[in-house]
């Protein structure tokens, strides 16, 4: 074990391809399984990792709880700076604007780990030995990129064991599938929050427990469909740093957007659940003990790598990370201090040496191999010319998640006539777009600065972080029924989407969930509604006049959390709050990028009045 004095371990990243070569992949799961050397390599690096003793600081058990429980300092990080208690108290830094950099160099540091072990595993291969190595040098951190609303493989939530061919000859060897669970060390750890400190949360990690099955419970909330429309508005409608990276904020901060951390928060509730069901990865003192969380934060990596080629104008302060302070303190972060770009990153070392860490300073950049990875959609770019890159990287988006594809949608819903759109339902069609359909021009085109347009409803929700004890959900329907059972729920025809809130049950441990507690902060985002406004088409444009009353009569919302049962009404939820928005989407046919966006736009009146609803009566500009 590393000391205070210096020989400490270094997040250096993976090693390999050779000098001058493009850097290695990581490759979204489904692909990265097709490789069955790289496949192999990692099932058997994974377990071999987490079989590893609790001693030392690369096992699994000491890098998972880096994240949280059981809250210990990892390698010495912070003690030589200040401390505001004797207790350990956490590096979180969720909530604040190092919450995306932070967590860069800590899927590093498994990567790292896990290639040195496929390293020499590829080398007790007795057959066909180059192609192992090679396949162990180039191994990256898969991801699983849920903005494409598709469910992992199988065997990340179902399979017990995997079966992957093993040294010396490549042989099938079965091994308790390491995606699925980990399974804690004898002695259990301690300081572990109830009901995670007893059996049987504290022998393995858990998805969804209490229910029939997981597989059950889990399948659908993969299946989500808001993340793809969550995952477009990120891009389309977030400028900033300060809204991109994270979703805290003080009362009366004006309408919740989208940002990088709420959104990730969607997996961690949906593969962890909400009471009455919470497994590890619903809380952040117990996620990283969760396999799935490796390709979950490898995927938000990969958002935070497209936002950053998308926003790069260093000349902008508003797309980088502005100063703030920490009134209380952490570990390593002095009452008073400055969290800002050049905050430790603790407890990520870049050198051997003590308090030398990672800053996000460092980080800024696209993948640019500093870690030795990159992703398939940055492969061949030039990252030195950074319009080249930002045009490019719109491009690879809009044919990953449909943006212009989506918007195209809704501006061919907004401007068909009533009777083309009757005429269609009435034989079973939609209307969209297509590669035949006339053009626009010479319909009803609604404009803004004399470019044709289209709103884009959201609906935006805030409350209390810390009000229910633990992470809930504001789920949002549009008609009904909405079932009783918040089970139920999300099958529901009427479910559009929701806010997962990724909370800290016990924050009194945690230095950081202790401030933002003491500021009082309230944390949301945003649900777009244009797609189930247009796929129950009950109305015959997406204009203020018919969208702001078919709201008023069909907008419902749900909260999830708390005790019991889970379902608690909306005036229980603190400073909980449903608004409304329209913002004009420009639409250029010819324009190959992103459609610029306008002035959003309040309606108060639709949820005013209602539990949780607005508190201001009616319709106003906003920022």
Known sequence: ?????????????????????????????????????????????????????????????????????????????????FKNSQAFNGYCTHGTVIFPTWHRPYVALLEQEIQKIAISIAGQYTTF???????????????????????????????????????????????P???????????????????????????????????????????????????????????????????????????GMGPSLVSLEALHALIHTAFGGLPPNYGHMSLPETAAWDPIFWLHHSQTD????????????????????????????TWSVQAGGAIDENTDLTPFYNTSQDNHFWKSSDLRDPPDGLFGYSYPEFEGLDMSNRAAVRTQIQQKLNALYGIKFTVQQWHQFHTATKSDRISAAASGLSIAPSSSAPSHRGTRRPTYHDQPSVPHWSAHITAKKFALGGSFAVLIFLGGPVPDDPGDWRNCDAYVGEYAAFVN?????????????????????????????????????????????????????????GAGTGSIHPSELEDLEVDISATPLYVDEDEDN??????????????????GGCRHSSSADSE
């Not at 500021?519 to 997406?542: H, K, P, T």
């Open 1 to 81: 074990m590393s000391v205070p004095g210096g020989n400490h371990t270094v997040i250096t990243g993976v090693i390999g391809p050779a000098s001058g070569q493009a850097v290695y992949n990581r490759l979204e799961i489904n692909d990265f399984m097709k490789n069955s050397y790289q496949f192999s390599l990692y099932v058997q690096a994974l377990a071999q990792l987490m079989r590893a003793p609790q001693s030392s600081w690369v096992s699994y058990f000491q890098i998972a709880g880096i994240h949280g429980a059981p809250y210990s300092a990892w390698d010495g990080a912070g003690s030589g700076s």
């Open 129 to 175: 030995q180059a192609d192992w190595m090679a396949a162990a040098i180039s191994l990256r951190q898969p991801y699983w990129d849920w903005a494409q609303t598709a469910t992992p493989p199988d065997m990340i939530y179902k399979d017990d064991t995997l079966t992957v061919p093993g040294p010396p000859i490549g042989q099938n060897i079965t091994l």
């Open 177 to 251: 599938n390491p995606f699925k669970f980990y399974t804690f060390p004898l002695p259990r750890p301690q300081n572990f929050v109830s009901p995670f400190d007893t059996a049987p949360w504290s022998d393995q990690t858990y998805r969804q427990p209490g229910s029939s099955t997981e597989v059950s419970r889990v399948r659908p909330l993969c299946q989500q469909p808001g993340r793809r429309q969550s995952t477009i508005s990120l891009f389309l409608n977030v400028k900033t740093w300060g809204r991109f990276s994270k979703e805290a904020g003080s009362k």
């Open 302 to 329: 990969r958002l935070l790598s497209f936002w950053l080629a998308l926003n790069s104008d260093p000349t902008n302060k508003d797309l980088w990370i502005f100063p703030s302070t920490d009134a209380v303190g």
């Open 505 to 561: 049950s016990r924050p009194q441990q945690c230095a950081n969930c202790v401030r933002l507690g003491i500021e009082d902060v309230v944390v949301g985002s945003c649900v777009s509604l244009n797609d189930a406004i247009v796929r129950r088409g009950e109305v015959s444009s997406l204009d203020p006049e018919e969208v702001v009353p078919y709201l008023r009569r069909e907008l419902r919302w749900r909260v999830q959390g």
């Open 594 to 611: 992103f459609y610029p966006m306008g002035e959003l736009k309040m309606y108060h009146e639709v949820t005013h009045g209602r539990p």
